[in-house]
């Protein structure tokens, strides 16, 4: 996979970087981080993980144990996959320094 990303890759990649989730857990915390501008169904979620476990960007692990219910399926990131969202996010960042260069957002104060 290579940059750039699409959004829910992306998303998906962030929030998996402070630690392991499931997928209910990655859709909550993409929709709190970008209150709400970002919503995951969960086909769009599985397809998304599924592309980045084949693409060794993502495991499966297991999960804690849990009281009752089905288990939950986690994931992790991996090393490649932590190593293309910060490019993704380098070449973001980029991509706003050339938007306040052309003074289409306000110069970092």
């Not at 989730?21 to 599924?50: F, M, N, P, W």
């Amino acid at each position: 996979m290579h940059t750039p990303l699409t959004t829910p890759v992306f998303q998906i990649l962030l929030s998996l970087a402070d630690g392991d989730l499931h997928g209910y857990a990655i859709i909550q915390d993409i929709r709190a981080r970008t209150d709400g501008e970002v919503t995951l169904t969960a086909s769009t979620l599985y397809a998304a993980i599924k592309r980045l476990l084949d693409g060794g960007l993502l495991q499966e692990i297991d999960a804690p144990e849990t009281t009752g219910g089905a288990p939950r399926r986690c994931y992790r990131i991996t090393k490649a996959g932590r190593q293309l969202a910060q490019r993704e996010a380098e070449r973001l960042a980029r991509a706003v320094a050339m938007a306040r260069d052309k003074r289409l957002l306000p110069r970092k104060a």
